[in-house]
């Protein structure tokens, strides 16, 4: 029994060396969302709370996110939530990906599937009121893309 906690420890230690990368890319107003669309800062306040550690390039990395291999799987997660929608990199979409983006938002915020639940239970900051959906849902119907 000693030797597998031992070895157990070993390997938890020893992970600790792998290292991800938690730099964030620098953000260009010229294809920021908030920046395009001069977001209120109602608005801005509520996505930067609830959307932008995964889905933009000005994530926060909490402290246990620099623990392997909790640290790889929050990466992961970061990782996947840029592929769908950047904020940092909205300017970069084409117009067919924006209005696609739009309605995934409105339709995840509307449905409660994001923020996601496991986020919420780090991060209660994010988790959304009826009425803040709402008023994320409204602002996203009402822009306009070119």
Known sequence: ??????????????????????????????????????TPDQIKTILKNACYDCHSNETKYPNYAYIAPISWAVKDHINEGRKYLNFSEWGSYNNDLKKNAVEKTISTVRDLQMPLPSYISYHPEANLTTKQRKTLENYFETLKID
């Not at 906690?5 to 991800?20: K, N, R």
Request: proline share 3%.
């Open 1 to 38: 029994m000693k030797k597998i906690i031992f070895w157990t420890a070993v390997v938890f230690l020893g992970i600790q060396f792998i290292p991800i990368d938690r730099e964030n890319k620098a953000v260009n107003k010229q294809d920021n969302f908030v920046d395009i669309h001069k």
